[in-house]
Every structure is written in structure tokens, then in C-alpha cells.
Nanobody, 115 residues
Framework: VQLQASGGGLVQAGGSLRLSCAAS????????VGWYRQAPGKPRELVAT???????NYRDSVKDRFTISRDNAKNTMYLQMNSLKPEDTAVYYC??????????WGQGTQVTVSS
């Protein structure tokens, strides 16, 4: 099983990016969890996740700016990021959990927001 994250880049403040995370291998055994990020010198933090009942959860600082979604047919989840701010600069990681409980992480994609 592999998770391939893509879509990061350099963008000016106020701009938008769309991150993608595609699962390959025995992806039918995975439950998509969501997106996390890690800025230099800081711990990894939750950005947006899927919760039970088809709901979603966001950290307060990205609410109303970021949207998490998924396409089950393509085994892919997305993170649409609008109105980006310099403090959103980080490496973004996607996560999916095996039905047995093991967590898989994508390799990370760098998002840099210039002021």
C-alpha cells in the first residue's frame, strides 16, 4: 500500500492550492483519515479529517478556507486550500488507516505561502 501526495508548491498569500493523495496497492483495505501538516521546528498537527457519519473536522485556523473531500472510485482524497496565509507554510501529509489499525502516511508535499 502506498499513498502518493501531490499538489504542493509556492503561492502568494491569498492564493489557492489543491492537494491530492492517491492510494495504490491494496487500497480497499484503507480508510482515509485526512491531512496533517508539519512546519519546521514544530510538531505535526491535524489540518482536516473525515469523521464518522460522513462528517469532516478542521482545525480552527483553516475553517472556512480549506475543504477536505474524497473520490472513493479513484481512491483519492483532496484538500482544497483557499485564502492561503504565510502561516499555512508546512509539509502536508495525508494519512489513511488500514482496517487492522496501522496508519499509512504519504511522503509529504511542501506548501510555501509567501507574504
Amino acid at each position: 500500500v502506498q499513498l502518493q501526495a501531490s499538489g504542493g508548491g509556492l503561492v502568494q498569500a491569498g492564493g489557492s492550492l489543491r492537494l491530492s493523495c492517491a492510494a495504490s496497492g491494496s487500497s480497499f483495505t484503507l480508510n482515509p483519515v485526512g491531512w496533517y501538516r508539519q512546519a519546521p521546528g514544530k510538531p505535526r498537527e491535524l489540518v482536516a479529517t473525515f469523521t464518522s457519519g460522513g462528517r469532516t473536522n478542521y482545525r480552527d485556523s483553516v475553517k472556512d478556507r480549506f475543504t477536505i473531500s474524497r473520490d472513493n472510485a479513484k481512491n483519492t482524497m483532496y484538500l482544497q486550500m483557499n485564502s492561503l496565509k504565510p502561516e499555512d507554510t508546512a509539509v502536508y501529509y495525508c494519512r489513511a488507516d488500514h482496517v487492522g489499525g496501522y496508519a499509512y502516511w504519504g511522503q509529504g508535499t511542501q506548501v510555501t505561502v509567501s507574504s
